[in-house]
């Protein structure tokens, strides 16, 4: 049996598998299917300031090479969040890594202050790749001052001691320019990737079928790209922890990340015809390691930059 152990960015995780935002709500949903604290940590979907209900309808459209959704974040808003859904997860003993999202920089500043105040967060996931409503639109991890403009504003009201990730988006020229960017920010790592932007239009109607028109596509069809940009962030700033997400069903698919430069994966869009999944990965991430005979994750991260335990 491997050591699945892992620190990422100061926090030791018992093994490095999480979920992905948007993919199990807060984490009650995935109580009835296994242990939550048994997972690396539960990563919630992304909370905003307001109540929201998200995109019109049809949102959610299967295409041959993943899924496209048009969720809209559609969410509680952080009162309900912090007085029904944190509780329970701290409650039960699980890690939450909570996820914010803002359309303006003064929204993540004010979701910051009260995540981060509240007992039993494990960590701050920044999901900068919203649209940005104070500059036309533009989705923040698109541009490389506009993101780290978010972290420099939040990045005080972060205790020390308490790890933030900058979520980035796939849909830039440099992805390596932005995860720059928001290290030199004050990010303590980045979680890549987010979904890639795509449309679906019905064969019969010859309209878009997503109610939004446009959606993000996760699932396997988005793993060589997901590798890819990790591949490239961890080559570029080895000493950045990144999580790795992006179409992994298996632990095979995990280790690919891992090989890559991940220090945690996250596992998402399977979740929604194997709510298992999550800890099926965790099974199987261990026995991959113990095919290739290597000891430990730690020994097999970055390994596809130079050699195992390189």
């Not at 048009?70 to 890690?95: E, N, Y």
């Not at 109610?211 to 060589?224: D, Y």
């Not at 990340?257 to 996250?266: E, I, M, N, P, R």
Request: proline letters at 8%; hydrophobic letters at 45%; glycine letters at 10%.
């Amino acid at each position: 049996m491997a050591d699945l152990t892992t620190e990422l960015a100061g926090v030791r995780l018992p093994n490095p598998v999480m979920t992905a935002s948007g993919c199990a709500a807060a984490g009650q949903e995935l109580g009835q299917f296994f242990d939550v604290t048994e997972l690396g940590a539960i990563v919630t979907k992304s909370i905003m300031r307001f109540p929201r209900s998200g995109r019109p309808t049809p949102r959610m459209v299967e295409t041959p090479s993943g899924m496209l959704n048009s969720i809209g974040l559609q969410g509680p808003g952080i009162d309900s969040f912090l007085a029904r859904d944190l509780p329970w997860l701290v409650q039960r003993g699980a890690r939450p890594f909570v996820s914010i999202a803002g359309s303006t920089v003064d929204e993540f500043v004010e979701l910051t202050r009260r995540v981060v105040n509240s007992p039993g967060v494990s960590a701050l996931e920044v999901n900068i790749s919203c649209p940005n409503v104070e500059n036309r639109g533009l989705v923040f991890a698109c541009d490389p001052m506009q993101a780290a403009r978010v972290i420099e504003a939040v990045r005080p009201h972060v205790p020390e001691g308490l790890p933030m990730f900058a979520k980035l988006t796939p849909d830039v020229t440099s992805i390596v320019d932005v995860a720059r960017a928001v290290a030199d920010a004050g990010a303590d790592g980045a979680t890549m990737i987010n979904t890639l932007l795509g449309m679906a239009i019905d064969p019969d109607t010859l309209r878009p079928i997503l109610g939004g028109v446009t959606g993000g596509l996760s699932g396997p069809a988005i793993r060589p790209v997901a590798v890819r940009a990790v591949y490239q962030v961890h080559a570029a700033l080895p000493e950045f922890p990144v999580i790795g997400v992006g179409g992994i069903r298996t632990g095979a698919d995990a280790l690919e990340f891992v090989a890559a430069g991940a220090t945690a994966v996250q596992v998402g869009t399977v979740i929604f015809n194997d709510p298992s999944a999550p800890m099926r990965v965790v099974r199987e991430l261990d026995s991959e390691l113990d095919r290739l005979g290597i000891a430990s994750v730690e020994k097999a991260r970055g390994c596809a930059h130079g050699g195992v335990g390189q």
